[in-house]
């Protein structure tokens, strides 16, 4: 395996690109009583609409589609799979991002058995009709749930006013309506479409024995036989740079009213070779200005637009990204007004080198803070690895920030087409 | 497993705790003010972590302090309260990157403790009261957080069903506070409060991290002076008996309906049977391998969560579920059930062995973070019982499927409540 250095924490990674495609990356960390591992598929929400293995032509799957395989990877014809890490003491989970679909445990004994279990339940689908039938109940209940919290209408209220065709726009785990649509013999297209070892990423941190471990990944893949797979093919529609839509409202029995501003990045900003400094840029942009320490925070507060904390999202990917600033407010019209000129008029803000210095300060020492959160540290590592780049080079971007550089980046960044406001009011009014 | 070590070194008006661990990345700092819990000042108690943390004498204002925190490399610092038992606790925070990891930096833990005395000790203040201005916009803050709780579904209904349950007892008591008190608060009295808290509290200081001790407690010893004279300290009560079951129904605009049971274990940290009550929480609910997620969410599709906990200072349990408005008798009775089995011993040694596992797991899990490593040996000094982390996983070792059968009947149930849909359940969009 190759040794890739952290120099700043001294500590170590070790990775290496199996022959079936598989990406391995291997982290120990002695001193902890943990081992988190997370085996993923850059496959989520979004891709909906893409050309089967072996196939010719591109289908459109049921939205929520990723999300429901997901819950479904876990049942076997000899029960749940839950069971097994369970009953070894360990806890095992999964989620479905708008990129990517994860199944993960953390263990703190019998580390080998559980990799083992991880890498044979998800590469081995057991999928049917009744199966599929009996979770549409689980999931129209999870639907329910989240149709309830507010904060989530908002954020995809928000999605849904900046994308018109990417399907970013859709809830993750769907419709009840689109959900019942879903058949078994979906769930096996997507599965053999992208599920391929080349489309995937194995990433285990915490206490466990390296060679030990990396000989049981080696051996337990070259066990199992997979035809190669070329590049899939994905569509995610053809998404103008302007907002779709420049206002959202929902209307939901709530006392508090929220809302959310949000800019939608244009394609040249998510291109490789700057995704991880505009990654950067954006959120020391956030901090300087939206965060407990920042100016504008201040403003709002002080013109009492703001009751709390503002909630701060930004979110760079290969297809679609975006930076929302979102709160509980009394006065939704008047906050959104105010956010959205405060967007426009970052770029022409004075900042000293007094004061952007500080900013990087914070960055780097939350930088090393995050290596603490052992899962947190998997996911960084892998959400930029799926992107073709090395989560490692963000300390040394953040070194060759400079002033000019951030300057020269704001200046490009927002125009008042890309905004796009979303607000959650009570109902009645 | 490593045993961790709880280096306490006593003064006359607080205790010290040094625990020494290479496991992390930062130094975490925490102050803990205990008093038991009062009707008449806990409003004032839960509004002083707001206007702590809007400036002190030093920082005059949120921005100033902020900045502050992130010239310390983006230190993360919070004020928080929470009931303990019938004990209201007010926590500061900080956790500090390791000056170890940043060079030319060498006063990062110096700072930082010089920052918490600061703001714990210096607030902002007119004259010999609090600044009225702060108070009056952080009644404001917190009026809004008390209104909008009513909008989180779950949280509402764990705080009615507490209502109700413990009406007359101190742990009924609102965390958070109560709107009818606002009108009686004002800078001066709030001060007060906050004078009797600096001053009277019991205090107890974690310091977390890859520490020299004696270099932590001379810097503790020479920059964190207060004039202190405490004269509270934890209050431990006598479990209440079951009352005749009551069950409460409230009805809300809302599409997944809230079915929430409260118990009363009669066991509290100190008993013997509390490693017992784990280990039948964990087989009742605490885990997805529980009999309540297996049976109500997975056997009959009834829920998308079904859980219990359980709370250690006050013999109680909780199980909360989210169900359609429709199926309140089913989920009931399949939850009673549940409770039964396990009564009539249906317990198999596969179980007993997993749950042990889990518990054991969740505990290796809480001491490989700071503020885990912190809250489960506070939780010690509340429950007025010392043992290591080694002692714990041995006394979970020994329980015996006769003791959980022992404790399974001296849990019992006082208080349904079920926050169901207006219309029923019918879908209404």
Redo the contacts between chains.
Sequence with gaps: MNELKIP???ESIYHDRLENGLDVFLYPKD????TFAIFSTKYGSIDQKFIPLNEQEMVTVPDGIAHFLEHKMFEKEDG?V??HF???????NAFTSFTQTAYLF????DVKENVETLLDFVQDPYFTEESVE?EK??IE??I??Y??K?DWRLFFGTLGAMFEKHPVHIDIAGTVESINKITHEDLYTCYETFYHPSNMQLFIIGNFDLNEIETLVRDNQNNKSFEDQKEIERDYGNEPVQVHKQQEVIKM????PKCMVAIKEKPEALQQDVLLENDLVRDIVL?LYF?????Y??EL?QEGLT??TLRLEFVLEESFGFTAVGA?TMEPEKFSKRVKEMFLQIKDEQIDEKEFD??K??????L??E??D?EGTANNFMQYNQMGLDFRNIFETLENLTLDRFKDNLSKWVSEEQIAICMVVP?GE | ??TLIDHKVGYDDYELHLIN??????NTIALKFSRPIEREDITKRALIPFVLQKGSAKYP???DL??E????????FSITSAKKGENHIITFTL????EK??EGEDELLHKGISFLHEIANNPKLDGDKFDPNIVEKEK??LE??I??I??E?MQYANMRLIDEMCKDEKFGIRSHGYLEDFDDIDAQSLYDSYQKMITEDQLDIYIVGDLEEEHAKSILESKFQINRNPNVSIRRVEPNEPSEEKDITEA?????GKLHLGYRTGITYQDEQYPALQVFNGIFGG???SKLFLNV??KH?L???AASRFESHKGLLFVFS???PEKYNQAKDIIMEQHEAIKKGEVSD?EL??T???????L??T????RGIINWYYQQVIGGKEMTNQEMVEAIQSVTKEQVIAVSKLVQLDTVYFLTAEDGGADN?
């Design positions: 700043r924490i001294n001193e902890l009583e943990k749940d839950f069971q369970s009953e070894r003491g360990a806890s095992a953390s263990s703190t004994s009996k109940g689980i209940q999870e329910r749930m149709d309830d507010a029995p709530i006392s508090t901090d965060s407990k320490s920042g100016r925070f201040e507060y009751i709390d509980n500080r900013a300060k914070k960055k780097y020492g939350e090393i803070r290596f603490n052992i109902e | 497993m490593q661990t290479k496991k992390f990345k930062t204002t949120e921005r902020r900045l925190l992130d010239e310390l490399y983006g230190a993360k956790d500090l990157a390791n990891f940043i404001d803050t809004n957080k209104k909008s009513i909008d579904k809300q605009k809302i599409q997944q885990f997805p391998h969410r997975e599709s829920a998308y969560y989210g169900i359609a596969d062995e997993q042990k596992k889990t518990i054991i797991h969740s290796k899990e001491i490989d973070r700071p969009e």
